[in-house]
């Protein structure tokens, strides 16, 4: 057998005691104040509970993965390790399917523990062996507290199964975890939070399979968060020991994983109760063993993997935070779509006061009759024209031409708010369809107005036709002609005012109006001017179209809360990148005040040439 390795560096730490015994022995006392390890840990935790990936985007899911990975653990290992610093150490036996794990925890602890067998995958739940007086350690359910305990064999993935072995020195344990590359979405799963929660991961594999990708893909996480690691490189022909040996440490060397010590096993037989003969194991049982009696060298251990892991928080969650501005970015981005769809609605509305495109078909022609026919002078002029026309309009059976004139105007104002809302649901519709955050978002009931639009504008634009009647009222209220001409006047004023509305020029007629019929527009606005005062007029036009504008401003803006609700449920708070980034800070700063990073990251004893190696 092979092995190789750096020296023991054992250097101690003021805040890592690595003492053995029962719970009640003592524990190591962190820094429990606001600014200390545990406490900014659990600030980060809330911090990344309370981040959101909701949208459809490239970086959506990794974080999401991340977070939940994050918060596996610091619940699993990180808080934990830091309340109870003098628990065992945990040992993570992890590898491919099939580089003998199971059989490899068996024959280090000198009893079967763990099922091993060839049908696969044979690990489907995680089995922790440890010396009987450490069990209690484990039971508590500190350390991996999602899982469940048993003392019985189990294939759910989500129990731990205890099992204790006098032949394992106390001060040690060993967790053996699911195949990293198992076929078993869970058991993979569960592997890699297992790994993580490990204070020394010790990886298996085999001769024929030590350069599978998946193992290397989990060293180099390991290599990134300092875990201290041990390799075994098992079922190795004896004539290609030398060879294949020498050809994986280049391969670790060339990860910067060269510290972590190798142990060759030979391929060999097992005896009847599934156990490797000892002399293939005996030179990774006395390493363990000498790691065992040693409080000093494991509190290394636990100082190199704790401070490693600590240190990649900080890079971890600054990703995490970028991901989160993404989210708000990219919620930003499609509430600008949608506001400038429905801006471009307002500035049709706009338009179509201003360019005199409201003042052609129906509402030109019913204001014509309702001018041409003297009715606007008449009603200026005594209160009997409001008892004439009601006699009027019952023997002919027809509204009066006021009557018809608001109705037109108001069909008018309807048409002209359906084309422009449908316009901006489409504009909307199509500009989240083109991003993949906006697609996923979309219903098509989105790419149309709102099935009540119309009724809604109907409404808003009969509040508007009353609210001009009392703009006339309240700007002639101390002038005699209102007094004399009373409400009948006012509504015939208040009609002319909302026609001053449809044009820019305020009555001023342009070459359209000429054209068709402005002559009675201009005897309409001598009146109003010489009731009102020319200034006075144009007041009441510019007043009645600013509150129609904002009318519509507010039934545009009802129609675009469609859209913009579902960027508000996906949105995840706008300080959420901030708050991570000030959390992971306030842990970094915790942490060299901690001293765990006094260390140079090399903590395991250098493996022995003994019992045969070569």
């Known amino acids: 057998m092979t092995t190789h390795g750096d020296p023991a560096i054992r250097s101690g730490a003021p805040t890592v005691a690595a003492r053995t015994g029962s719970p009640d022995a003592g524990d190591a006392a962190p820094d429990t104040n606001g600014d200390g390890l545990p406490a900014t840990l659990t600030g980060l935790r809330a911090a990344i509970g309370a981040a959101r990936f909701p949208l459809t985007l490239p970086s959506a899911e990794p974080a999401r993965r991340t977070a939940a990975a994050l918060t596996d653990q610091l619940d699993d290992y990180l808080l934990p390790r830091l309340a109870r610093l003098d628990a065992p ?34 690990t489907r739940s995680p089995v922790l062996v440890c010396n009987p007086a450490d069990s209690a350690w484990f039971r508590q359910g500190e350390l991996l507290p999602g899982l469940t305990r048993t003392n019985e064999p189990t294939e759910d993935p989500r129990t731990l199964h205890l099992v204790t072995a006098p032949a394992l020195p106390a001060g040690l344990a060993f967790l053996d975890a699911p195949d990293i590359d198992s076929v078993v979405d869970a058991n993979r799963a569960l592997a890699g939070q297992l790994l993580a929660a490990a204070d020394l991961w ?50 670790l060397a060339a990860q ?151 109705n037109a105007i108001e069909s008018q104002l309807v048409t002209l708010l359906r084309g422009v809302a449908s316009e901006a649901a489409e504009n909307a519709y199509t500009g989240w369809r083109a991003h993949p955050a906006g697609a996923a978002l979309l219903e098509p009931a ?44 006012v509504n015939a004023t208040g009609l002319a005012v909302m026609i001053a509305v449809f044009a820019s020029t305020a009555f001023i007629p342009t070459g359209l109006e000429v054209a068709t019929g402005a002559g009675t527009t201009v005897a309409a606005q001598a009146v109003l001017q010489a009731i009102f005062g020319d200034q006075a007029v144009r007041t009441l036009a510019n007043k009645a179209r600013a509150d129609l504008l904002e009318r519509v401003g507010a039934l ?51 493996p022995t040439s003994e019992g045969g190696t070569r």
Not at 224 to 238: E, K, T
Not at 469 to 485: I, M, N, P, S
Request: aromatic residues 4%; proline residues 5%; charged residues 25%.
């Open 89 to 122: 150490l945990l040992v993570v036996v992890g590898g491919s399917t099939g580089a003998g794990k199971s059989t490899l925890v068996n024959s280090l602890v000198q009893a079967r523990v763990s099922a091993a067998g060839v049908l696969r995958p044979t």
């Open 256 to 406: 910067d994983l060269g510290a972590a010590p190798l142990f060759v096993l030979p391929e060999t037989w097992v005896d009847g109760q599934g156990l490797l003969p000892n002399k293939a194991t005996a030179p990774l049982s006395a390493w363990f063993a000498r790691l065992a009696a040693d409080a000093e060298a494991r509190a290394a251990v636990v100082r190199q993997t704790l401070d490693g892991a600590l240190a990649s928080l900080h890079p971890t969650v600054e990703a995490l935070a970028e991901a989160a501005d993404e989210q708000v970015t990219t919620a930003d981005a499609l509430d600008d779509r949608v506001r400038a769809a429905y801006r471009g609605a307002r500035r049709s509305v706009e338009e179509g006061l201003q360019d005199g495109r409201l003042l052609r078909g129906e509402v030109l022609a019913r204001w014509q009759e309702f001018v041409g026919t003297g009715e606007f002078f008449r009603t200026l002029e005594a209160r009997i024209g409001r008892l004439r026309d009601r006699l009027v309009a019952a023997v002919i059976g027809r509204p009066a031409p006021a009557a018809e004139l608001r």
């Open 446 to 489: 989105l790419a149309h107005p709102s099935d009540d639009l119309p009724e809604r504008a109907e409404r808003m634009i009969r509040d508007w036709q009353r609210g001009v009647l009392e703009l006339v009222k309240a700007e002639g209220g101390d002038r005699r002609f209102v007094a004399r001409t009373a409400a009948y006047a």
């Open 202 to 251: 010790l990886f298996v594999t085999t001769a024929a399979r030590y350069a599978d990708a998946v193992p290397w893909e989990l060293l180099r996480s390991a290599r990134a968060r300092g875990a201290a690691i041990a390799m075994v490189l098992d079922r190795v022909p004896p004539e290609a020991a030398d060879e294949i040996a020498a050809h994986l440490s280049e391969m």
């Open 556 to 606: 545009l803006d009802a129609e675009a809360a469609r859209f913009l609700a579902r960027t508000d449920e996906a949105r995840p708070g706008a300080d959420v990148g901030a708050e991570l980034r000030r959390a992971a800070g306030r842990v970094e700063v915790a942490r060299h005040r901690s001293g765990l990073a006094d260390g140079d990251g090399r903590a395991l004893p250098a």
